[in-house]
């Protein structure tokens, strides 16, 4: 059973940290254009357990598609340790990438596949 933790993480280079509180229960592995090239494992998180430490100021918008998503990475590593994005009711979301979590062993998560190329 995941329990509920506060875990920090943030890009390569440090520029961007920040703050989570999430169980970890679902981490989704979506084949989308953006999510296959750049491997990226995410679990969805309320904005109120999230708090970007650093780096606000220094971080790219890349968007894509729909371009509702705000795929956000670092200009000196690359890394794009975060998203903000919306439900389709329109609740704001923030998709941590799990792979940028401190501490964390990616064999003891189970992914869950999602199908972003199709939608
Ligand atoms: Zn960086």
């Known amino acids: 059973m995941p329990e509920m933790k506060t875990y920090e993480g943030g890009c390569?280079?440090?520029a961007v940290r920040y703050?989570?509180?999430?169980d970890l229960?679902?981490?989704?592995?979506?084949?989308?254009?953006?999510?296959?090239?750049?491997?990226?494992?995410?679990?969805?998180v309320m904005p109120d357990r999230f708090t970007l430490l650093s780096g606000d100021t220094d971080l790219v918008d890349y968007r894509f598609n729909k371009?509702?998503?705000?795929?956000?990475?670092?200009?000196?590593?690359?890394?794009?340790?975060f998203a903000r994005g919306r439900k389709p009711d329109g609740t704001a979301?923030?998709?941590i990438?799990?792979?940028?979590?401190?501490?964390i062993d990616l064999a003891m998560l189970q992914t869950i596949p999602v199908d972003g190329a199709s939608s």
């Open 12 to 14: 390569h280079c440090g």
């Open 19 to 22: 703050q989570v509180e999430t």
């Open 97 to 103: 990438n799990v792979r940028c979590l401190d501490g």
């Open 25 to 44: 229960a679902k981490v989704v592995s979506c084949n989308c254009s953006n999510c296959s090239k750049r491997g990226l494992l995410l679990n969805f």
């Open 93 to 95: 979301m923030i998709a």
């Open 67 to 81: 371009k509702v998503i705000e795929h956000l990475f670092c200009p000196s590593c690359g890394i794009e340790s």
